[in-house]
């Protein structure tokens, strides 16, 4: 059956990985969400199993229609012509696209939620 992959680093899953999760899965009901397993630092606060958790709880609802793959930290993606896959880019709302890890985790720091 078809599948729609996301790649990512999810640092952390947020509304706007949501609503593209949502993009992703309208294409045909089914998503391989591909975890970048990146070396713990500031920017990157959670490991790939860790975030791998995180999508299943916040995307509970849609379970049976998704898997989460801790995969390599994938820098670059190349193919070949005809190989029957597109790559393409979403748009979502202005205040959607707002939206960034950094930001949350910042907050999060404030917080005192993340160190």
Do not use: S
Request: hydrophobic share 35%; proline share 5%.
């Amino acid at each position: 059956l078809p599948v729609t992959q996301m790649l990512g680093r999810f640092q952390p899953f947020h509304t706007g990985h949501k609503q593209l999760f949502e993009k992703a899965l309208a294409k045909h009901g089914q998503v391989a969400v591909m975890v970048r397993d990146m070396p713990k630092t500031v920017d990157n606060p959670w490991d790939v199993l860790e975030i791998c958790k995180n999508i299943e709880m916040e995307l509970a609802e849609y379970a049976g229609k998704f898997r989460t793959y801790p995969v390599p930290n994938i820098m670059n993606i190349t193919y070949g012509r005809g190989v029957g896959y597109k790559i393409e880019e979403e748009i979502l709302d202005k205040e959607i696209e707002k939206i960034t890890g950094t930001d949350i985790r910042k907050k999060l720091r404030e917080n005192g939620k993340l160190h």
